[in-house]
């Protein structure tokens, strides 16, 4: 079955550290892959897309077929960053998108 | 446009009740799609349509759930005989087909049954 899996259900670091949240996927074709953030009180909305190999406020993704995964990445965590990530896959037909289960990030000063 | 406005915000509605949600989605996009959130959960598909046709439903999707989007635009989910399991937020996105695009999502209908 198609999923995709976050296994951190929180991830609390300080303000200035690296950050790393995980996720995989399982597919055997080439996914599109996204993350989506949710602050608080505010609607979902698109943080990046793996196809546009974008950087949105620091963030970045990398695809890797290989291990199927797709880690959110930041340097540098700011307190603005906590929020909810959820990474989402679709499949080549364009089938609509499959959330993971989410992971809470907590940026402390 | 103002994006996604989904209405209610909130329902609170008994055991056994009926409960329609409506959902308008940005002008210029075809697909619009219904998921269920529940706490501690991801986003749940429930269904979705391409224009007024519905080209895809989830098992999640009982048959006391039903969609439509007559002419291709605004959309409602109604849910019949609803039960304490439906609790949830519903919500709606919509988005451009054909191609990798993202969605947009609403601000969601929070559904509580008691």
């Known amino acids: 079955a198609q999923r995709v899996t976050q296994p951190e259900k929180l991830l609390s670091v300080f303000k200035g550290a690296p950050v790393e949240l995980k996720c995989n996927y399982s597919?055997?074709?080439?996914?599109?892959l996204f993350w989506y953030v949710q602050y608080s009180r505010q609607r979902l909305q698109l943080l990046l897309r793996h196809i546009s190999r974008e950087s949105i406020k620091g963030f970045t993704a990398d695809l890797n077929k290989g291990e199927t995964s797709f880690h959110l990445k930041k340097p540098f965590a700011q307190e603005e960053d906590s929020a909810m990530y959820y990474c989402?896959?679709?499949?080549?037909?364009?089938?609509?998108?499959?959330f993971g289960k989410g992971t809470t990030l907590s940026v402390s000063s | 446009d103002t994006g996604v406005s989904q209405d209610p915000r909130h329902k609170i509605t008994k055991r056994g009740q009926n409960v329609t949600f409506r959902c308008d989605p940005i002008?210029?996009?075809?697909?619009l799609y219904w998921y269920r959130q529940t706490l501690g959960q991801g986003p749940e598909f429930l269904t979705y349509?391409?224009?007024?046709?519905?080209?895809?439903k989830s098992r999640l999707l009982s048959d006391r759930f039903s969609a439509e989007r007559p002419k291709g635009s605004f959309s409602t989910l109604e849910i019949q005989r609803t039960e304490q399991g439906d609790s949830a937020m519903y919500l709606c996105a919509s988005s451009l087909a054909g191609g990798p695009y993202g969605y947009t999502f609403g601000s969601g209908t929070r559904l509580t049954v008691v």
């Open positions: 002008s210029e996009h075809n697909r």
């Open positions: 989402a896959f679709s499949n080549q037909a364009g089938t609509a998108l499959i």
């Open positions: 349509f391409q224009n007024e046709a519905q080209l895809e």
């Open positions: 597919y055997s074709g080439s996914p599109e």
